[in-house]
């Protein structure tokens, strides 16, 4: 039974009080707050799938939290009240983006970006009739910029990149090589880990 004189939220105790307020401590801070409503029944598709994502995030965070190799990607950035858990749950919840793949000189260059870091970029060459000529991974170059020096680029086929973050979040493009004169065309898609395309942008003709 505890004491009339016992009193919780002075004591250095955490959490809910009296359904009431919420008491934490955030970077050796003492935090208290008003105890968040707890919403009746089911939400909205969208609102259950934000849960779920929400959920997939924290268990992704806990895995990260106790793997050296996994923290140590994310340390670096610990800073101005921003710690491992928070980092690696917003790495989840975000994909990649490959804002342009260009081809000069037999020579493949992605420019790709991610809300914490992108993990890796495949590259995938195909002939015009859709066989795989060769894929393999492109190399890090300089302001988010990837470099991928296939054999051979065969015209008419296309080329297809995967921008991958830690939590497996990836971003697809496809660029088309086609005749002399006509447009390029791409498609861009994103995927959220756990889950299909939750973006997608088809045919958009590079005129430039």
Not at 60 to 83: C, E, I, M, Q, W
Not at 148 to 166: F, H, K, M, N, S
Request: hydrophobic share 35%; glycine share 10%; aromatic share 6%.
């Amino acid at each position: 039974m505890i004491q009339s004189s016992y009193n919780a939220i002075s004591s250095g105790a955490t959490g809910m009080f009296g359904k009431q307020v919420v008491k934490y401590f955030r970077h050796g801070k003492e935090i208290i707050a008003k105890a968040p409503p707890k919403r009746p029944g089911k939400g909205t598709p969208g609102q259950e799938r934000t849960r779920a994502d929400f959920s997939k995030a924290i268990n992704f965070s806990a895995k990260v939290r106790a793997s050296n190799d996994l923290t140590a990607h994310y340390k670096p950035s610990v800073r101005d009240g921003r710690n491992i858990h928070n980092l690696a749950i917003a790495d989840f919840l975000v994909a990649p983006e490959i804002h342009d793949v260009h081809i000069a000189d037999g020579t493949v260059m992605v420019h790709a970006t991610d809300n914490f870091q992108v993990h890796a970029v495949k590259i995938m060459v195909y002939d015009a009739n859709g066989a795989l000529l060769e894929s393999g991974l492109a190399g890090r170059g300089d302001d988010d910029r990837w470099i991928y020096r296939p054999v051979t680029i065969a015209q008419g086929g296309r080329v297809e990149v995967v921008a991958v973050d830690l939590p497996g979040n990836e971003c697809r493009y496809e660029l088309t090589t086609p005749a002399t004169g006509t447009p390029e065309h791409r498609s861009t898609s994103i995927r959220i880990a756990g889950r299909q395309n939750v973006r997608s942008i088809c045919n958009m003709a590079n005129t430039g």
